[in-house]
T-cell receptor, first 112, second 114 residues
Framework: GQQLNQSPQSMFIQEGEDVSMNCTSSSIFNTWLWYKQDPGEGPVLLIALYKAGELTSNGRLTAQFGITRKDSFLNISASIPSDVGIYFCAGQLGWGAQKLVFGQGTRLTINP | EAQVTQNPRYLITVTGKKLTVTCSQNMNHEYMSWYRQDPGLGLRQIYYSMNVEVTDKGDVPEGYKVSRKEKRNFPLILESPSPNQTSLYFC?????????????FGEGSRLTVL
């Protein structure tokens, strides 16, 4: 299947620091999405991006859809303890949720 | 409350003993899907369903079966589980067959096959 390369695989930061993670692919995607998985729960959608170049914010989270349509990044500003979890990027190759491809995930750990 | 409900949440079984993981959603979603999550591999799609009686294989369908007899339910069946099916399983649904990738996930079912 298609591959998304998500990095870093894990991050250990201090509370209050900013966080940046990204996803790249050799394929062109129509949509990029970012999900967060809290410990013991299912992933929850954070941000969805639908146009190349689009920059979208959701509180302290900012995500961008790369101009080439082959990459996306997610930034978290001023991290807090509840930001702990696994963040997944997902790219949609065409129309239809069945065409969603997930990255390997970035595990975020925060030291208080 | 809108939700996707999976059962069981945790299960330990033995090789070859058939099991079913149930999934039910109360949002009247047409699209439903099963994923497995393994360390370093992210979420991989097992099977999906665009509507009642319409199912198709995802990226890792071997060893699994599904059925979609009702819109709200999408059970995952392991006819003869093997240790390599030890994983964390998620059911997800979406509001339309087309789907924009905005999936609603269940809380997960952790399966261990001995």
């Amino acid at each position: 299947g298609q591959q998304l390369n998500q990095s870093p695989q894990s991050m250990f930061i201090q509370e209050g620091e900013d966080v940046s993670m990204n996803c790249t692919s050799s394929s062109i995607f129509n949509t990029w999405l970012w999900y967060k998985q809290d410990p013991g729960e299912g992933p929850v959608l954070l941000i969805a991006l639908y146009k190349a170049g689009e920059l979208t914010s959701n509180g302290r989270l900012t995500a961008q859809f790369g101009i080439t349509r082959k990459d996306s990044f997610l930034n978290i500003s001023a991290s807090i303890p509840s930001d702990v979890g696994i963040y997944f990027c997902a790219g949609q190759l065409g129309w239809g949720a069945q065409k969603l491809v997930f990255g390997q995930g970035t595990r975020l750990t925060i030291n208080p | 409350e809108a939700q996707v409900t999976q059962n069981p949440r945790y299960l330990i079984t033995v090789t070859g003993k058939k099991l079913t993981v149930t999934c039910s959603q109360n949002m009247n979603h047409e699209y439903m899907s099963w994923y497995r999550q393994d360390p370093g591999l992210g979420l991989r799609q097992i099977y999906y369903s665009m509507n009642v009686e319409v199912t198709d294989k995802g990226d890792v369908p071997e060893g699994y079966k599904v059925s979609r007899k009702e819109k709200r339910n999408f059970p995952l069946i392991l006819e003869s589980p093997s240790p390599n099916q030890t994983s964390l399983y998620f059911c997800a649904s979406s509001f339309s067959r087309g789907g924009t990738g905005e999936l609603f996930f269940g809380e997960g079912s952790r399966l261990t096959v001995l």
